[in-house]
C-alpha cells in the first residue's frame, strides 16, 4: 500500500472527529480507575495523538475511508493492550519505559537509521548541525574504565592550559569519574560559554593530581584536520566528518594551497562517517563545474526528490584529484566520492565504503524527544543507489510497495560515467583502483585494541619533557622497542594470545576428564606452542610496533598534525593515490577508462 500527502481536509477533519470519539470512549473507561491510572492513560493519549499527528503527513493511496478506519482500528488496539497491561498484569509498569518500549519496538522494524533521539542524542545531533558547541575542548576516551584524554582541540582552553593525550580525568566539579561514561563527563564538561569546570587530572609519570579550572568557550567542529603538501607540489587534506562549515572550511584551505603553487591533491574520506548534506553537496562544489549533478534524492513524498546541481566553479580547475576511501566512509562521503567518480573528476582509491544513503529529517515530538525519520534516498549522477539493499529484511511485512523507478538498474545492469566508464552499483562506491590498507597480524590488532601504544606513548612522553623542545627529529629507536616490550610485561594489557581463546574453550568443555594424564598432556604442549608464539610475536610484527609507537609519540607532541604526518612514509594507500596523482598518463588512463581496475560487470554483482 502506496501512500501519499493528504490534501483533503474534509476528509481529515472528518477523521479527527471520529479519533476524539475513540479516545474519549477510552477516557469513560479509564474513570473507574485511581488517579495514577488516570495519569497513564494520558502518556496512551499522546501516543494515540503522536500517531495520529504522523498519519497527517501521509495518507494512504486507497480510498480515504478506507485508511482512516485502518489507522483508527489501530489506535484502538493499542489503546486496549495499554489499557489491560497496565491495569492487569502482576508487576507494576512503568508506563513511560512501557510506552518506549514499544516506539522502539515499531522503528526497529524499519531501518537503523529511524530512532526516537533523547535530549543528549540531540546534543549531539547539535555539534553535527551547528558546527560548534559550548565547552573546553577536550576529546575523552574510557581507557581501563577510567575516563583519559585522547587528545586536547587546538586554541582552546584545554590545549592552551596544557592537557595532554593519556591525562586521566578523575573528577570534574568536585565530583569523582569512576565508572563515568563518556556521555556522562561530556554532559559535565559541556556548558554555556563564559562559566567555568574544574578538571583533576592525574597525569602519567606524576604523584600528585594536577587540577585545572577552564573557561567554557565555543569550541568549533574542525572539519579539515589536516591541509598541506605532503610530497613535492602535492596537497593532501584530510576531511574527518560534514558538520556545518564544512564545505568552506575546506574551500579556504584549498585556495591557500592553491596559492602556494599546489599541481595534485589527495583528499583523504577514509573513515570519514559523514553528516550534513549541503554540506556534501557543498564540499562536491569544490571540484565541480556549475550545472553538473552532484546527487538525487529520491522519496514517497513529493517534497524529497531534489537533484542538488553544482553552482559555483572548481576551486582546484583541473588539477589531478585523487579520493581515498574505505568501509568507514559513509553518507556524506559517499556521496561526495560518487559525484566526483560519475563525473570523471577523480580517480577513487581504496576500499568499497559503507554503503550508508538514507536520508533523515528530524521532527520535534515533545519538549525532549525528537523523531529522526529515514525520508528519501540517495542517488549518484550516474543513477546508482548508494544505500546497501540489506538494510532491512527483505520479508519485512511492515514495508509495502515495489522499489521506485530510480531503484531499477539499467537494462544491462551497467552503470556509465560522463566518459562511458562502466561503475558498478548495488550499494557504496566501489573504488577504480583497490587498495588495501596497511596489514596486522592478530597480536598486532590484539595491541591496538588493548590501547598498547597510545598508553606506553603517554608514559614516554611523561618521563621524557624534553622531546617537546624538538619533536620533529625524534626517531623510535631500539632501545625504545626494548623499552616498550619490557613495559608490556608490567602493563596489565588486555592481550589474549592467538589461540589462548580457543585452548580456554577446550580446556572447559573437557574439564571432567581433568584427570586423564594423555589429555592433560596434550593440552599443555598446546600451551607451549602459543606461549611459543607469542615470544615470536614482537619480532615479527617489530616494524609494524615501530609505526605505531611513532603515529602515537607524535600525536601526544605535536597533535593531530603530528599523528597524520608520521604515517605519510608507510601508508600504503596513500602510497598509491601519490603515484597516481603524480603519473599523469596513468591519472589519463584510469578516467579514460583503459586500465584494469574498472571491469564491466553487473551492477548486481557489487555486493557479492
Known amino acids: 500500500m502506496w501512500w501519499r500527502k493528504d490534501t483533503d481536509e474534509m476528509a481529515t477533519e472528518h477523521f479527527k472527529k471520529r479519533l476524539m470519539t475513540v479516545l474519549s470512549t477510552l477516557a469513560l473507561t479509564r474513570h473507574r480507575s485511581d488517579l495514577m491510572i488516570r495519569k497513564r492513560f494520558w502518556v496512551m493519549l499522546a501516543v494515540a495523538v503522536l500517531v495520529f499527528g504522523l498519519s497527517q503527513f501521509f495518507v494512504p493511496r486507497a480510498p480515504a475511508e478506507d485508511a482512516y478506519s485502518n489507522i483508527r482500528e489501530s489506535i484502538v488496539l493499542f489503546g486496549r493492550v495499554y489499557q489491560q497491561l497496565i491495569a492487569q498484569y502482576v508487576d507494576t509498569i512503568d508506563p513511560n519505559a512501557f510506552v518506549e518500549a514499544g516506539i522502539d519496538g515499531m522503528l526497529h522494524s524499519l531501518d537503523p537509521y529511524t530512532v526516537l533521539l533523547k535530549d543528549e542524542d540531540r546534543d549531539n545531533l547539535n555539534i553535527i548541525t551547528k558546527g560548534e558547541y559550548g565547552g573546553v575542548g577536550i576529546r575523552i576516551g574510557v581507557m581501563k574504565d577510567t575516563l583519559t584524554v585522547i587528545s586536547a582541540v587546538d586554541d582552546t582552553p584545554a590545549q592552551r592550559l596544557g592537557i595532554r593525550p593519556g591525562d586521566r580525568i578523575i573528577a570534574i566539579d568536585d565530583r569523582s569519574t569512576e565508572g563515568f561514561t563518556t556521555e556522562a563527563a561530556a554532559e559535565l564538561m559541556r556548558g554555556t560559554p563564559g562559566t567555568e569546570v574544574k578538571v583533576r587530572i592525574q597525569r602519567p609519570g606524576v604523584d600528585k593530581a594536577i587540577d585545572y579550572t577552564m573557561v567554557r568557550e565555543d569550541i568549533k567542529v574542525n572539519d579539515v584536520s589536516y591541509a598541506d603538501f605532503v610530497k613535492g607540489t602535492t596537497g593532501y587534506v584530510k576531511l574527518t566528518q560534514f558538520t556545518r562549515d564544512a564545505g568552506g572550511e575546506l574551500h579556504d584551505a584549498l585556495e591557500d594551497m592553491m596559492h602556494r603553487g599546489m599541481t595534485g591533491l589527495v583528499l583523504d574520506l577514509r573513515g570519514n562517517p559523514g553528516g550534513l548534506l549541503p554540506e556534501a553537496v557543498s564540499v562536491a562544489e569544490n571540484f565541480l563545474n556549475p550545472g553538473q549533478t552532484i546527487v538525487s534524492t529520491r522519496g514517497r513524498n513529493p517534497e524529497a ?30 556521496i561526495v566520492a560518487g559525484a566526483l567518480q560519475d563525473h570523471d573528476r577523480a580517480v577513487i582509491i581504496g576500499t568499497t565504503t559503507f554503503g550508508k544513503g538514507l536520508v ?102 611523561g618521563r621524557h619533557p624534553e622531546l617537546s623542545s624538538d619533536p620533529r627529529h625524534f626517531v623510535v629507536t631500539d632501545d625504545i622497542l626494548q623499552q616498550f616490550k619490557t613495559w608490556m610485561t608490567t602493563a596489565n594489557l588486555d592481550v589474549v594470545p592467538e589461540g ?101 560487470q553487473p551492477a548486481k554483482n557489487a555486493t557479492e
Open 500 to 600: 589462548q581463546r580457543e585452548l580456554d574453550d577446550l580446556k572447559s568443555a573437557v574439564k571432567d576428564q581433568e584427570q586423564d594424564p594423555q589429555l592433560q598432556s596434550a593440552l599443555q604442549t598446546v600451551q607451549s606452542t602459543i606461549n611459543h608464539w607469542q615470544d615470536d610475536s614482537f619480532e615479527r610484527d617489530r616494524e609494524f610496533i615501530r609505526r605505531q609507537l611513532d603515529r602515537e609519540i607524535m600525536g601526544n607532541l605535536l597533535g593531530t598534525k603530528g599523528r597524520i604526518e608520521a604515517t605519510f612514509d608507510w601508508d600504503p594507500q596513500l602510497s598509491s593515490a601519490l603515484t597516481i596523482v603524480q603519473d599523469p598518463k596513468q591519472y589519463t588512463n584510469i578516467l579514460s577508462g583503459d586500465h584494469l581496475a574498472t571491469t564491466e
Open 305 to 334: 526528490n531534489e537533484d542538488k546541481v553544482a553552482e559555483s566553479p572548481s576551486v582546484i580547475g583541473n588539477i589531478p584529484l585523487v579520493l581515498l576511501v574505505d568501509g568507514g566512509s559513509a553518507s556524506a562521503s559517499e
Open 360 to 461: 533523515q529529517r528530524v521532527f520535534p515530538i515533545s519538549q525532549n524527544r525528537s523523531l529522526k525519520i529515514t525520508t528519501a534516498k540517495y542517488f549518484t549522477p550516474s543513477g546508482r543507489l548508494i544505500q546497501k539493499t540489506d538494510y532491512f529484511d527483505k520479508d519485512n511485512g511492515i514495508i509495502i510497495g515495489a522499489p521506485t523507478p530510480h531503484e531499477v538498474p539499467p537494462a544491462n545492469g551497467v552503470y556509465r560515467t560522463d566518459h562511458g566508464r562502466p561503475v558498478a552499483g548495488g550499494g557504496g562506491i566501489i573504488p577504480d583502483v583497490e587498495a588495501q590498507a596497511e596489514s596486522s597480524s592478530y597480536w598486532g590488532d590484539e595491541l591496538l585494541r588493548a590501547g598498547a601504544f597510545f598508553s606506553f606513548a603517554n608514559e614516554y612522553c
